[in-house]
């Protein structure tokens, strides 16, 4: 069911417990009200709540490439909205459309302050497992709302985040109630105060599955709201509070390539050719999430020449990740005509929050804190089980002549090898263009004219979707 809402315009598909007690006190037929801890509970398991971001964002980056004209053509098929990321118009979204990483990230925050509001007063069950479903909600919520703030605002900065307008904080189940655009400030207070709560309830083990909340999630997106702040103490605190609690790495030198292609799909096999576990499965995962098209742009988008040229042939993110050619036969070779490999990874891999980021964090907060050995420490434990055995060297501070920037890009070219196509591109991008000397210029060249995306661009945020702008005149648009 869709509803308009008046302030918001969510999709819905529940109505607000809060909201039927107080306007109607009667349980409306054939709409789903939860009264009993159980009926909360589940409400963590939909499948709505296990998606997460758009994959759309990933367009606007220095990572993505879409090759036109025919056969090969990645462009013209992706929809209007996708090309106008890829040329950097923040207006990608007409009142006509549904921008899904706002309708489903509200649609998301609705069903997590449900359950949060709610909750303590259900039926049934103990108080300690009222306050471990709550605190899962808690970190749901951080997570959506540290996402959004991201795309349609500036990155923060603590000269200006109490003044910038960032998104509207929901925090309660009330489809009527009205919201105003919080600062930014006011956004990372709420996802950093969630966070703090949920530490203290949540499970050592997920319950049921990776898609369910526990501890080491919190901390997890703890350490990157304070890397995203620039709070590197912070965050290398709360990465090592992670990691003490769950630091699995999967060597990918024990996964192989097991059919030629996603096409034709073979039943019970992996979409994306390969036997990487799903992220739901996927012993990396601390809190796993899809994207909508579970494969983001798996099959969409080939990566730019730059991020090719941060690959090597013995690297196996390159080998099962990316392919030289699309399948079905005949195959239309990438690397042949464009020099790069077409992004095929289809494991329905975890977007969420995953044991390689918080080692990156880490090592990059070491970097910065000039702990230059720690930081090679970690890129070479994740190296190890990312590049095959008789390539992979150890590095050492003399291997960048003891100079802490040269580390630092070093750990930086890492994260990028490791996140592409995951979401969190653009925003270390916003973040680093902070520092002139990470500042860069992205180029996108298509239908005959080349697009420029200067650093700190208005253009690196996307518009307010209008559906909701338009019954809310008073929000402050993007420039």
Known sequence: MIMKIKYLYIALVLFSLVGCKKFLDIVPKDKFIPTTVEDYENMLNFATVTTYGDYYEDLITDDAFLPEGEPGNLYTKQRLSNRKIYQFDKNAFGEG????????????????????????????????????????????????????????????????????????????????????????????????????????????????????????????????????????????????????????????????????????????????????????????AIVARTFLRPFGLGQDVCASAELTALFGNDDQRWTLYYANGWPPAPPFNYMTRYGVKIFLRGDFFNNALNTPEVYLTRAECRARTNNLQGALDDVNLLRKNRIVPAAYKVFTTADFDNDAEKVLRFVLEERRRELAFTGLRLMDLKRLNKETRFAKTIKHTAEGREYILPPNSPNYLRQIWPAASVMNPDWQLNP
Request: zero cysteines; proline letters at 5%.
């Open 97 to 284: 459309d549904n921008d899904v990483l706002w309708s489903e990230g509200y649609k998301r925050l609705f069903y997590f302050n449900t359950v949060i509001n709610n909750i303590m007063e259900a039926q049934g069950g103990s108080e300690a497992n009222k306050r471990s479903i709550r605190a899962e909600a808690l970190l749901g919520r951080a997570l959506e709302h540290l996402l959004l703030v991201n795309v349609y605002a500036q990155h923060y900065d603590q000269a200006t985040a109490a003044t910038e307008p960032g998104i509207p904080l929901v925090l309660e189940a009330d489809i009527s109630a009205k919201h105003r655009r919080n600062t930014i400030k006011e956004v990372y207070d709420q996802v950093i105060a969630d966070l703090t709560s949920a530490t203290n309830d949540l499970p050592l083990n997920a319950k049921l599955n990776r898609f369910r909340g526990r501890k080491a999630g919190a901390y997890a997106l703890l350490s990157r709201v304070y890397l995203f702040m620039g709070e590197y103490g912070k965050a290398l605190e709360k990465a090592n509070e992670t990691l003490g609690l769950y630091s699995t790495l999967a060597n990918m030198n024990n996964y192989k390539v097991i059919i030629p292609g996603p096409f034709p799909f073979v039943p019970g096999t992996p979409v994306g050719w390969t036997d990487v576990p799903r992220g739901i499965d996927h012993p990396e």
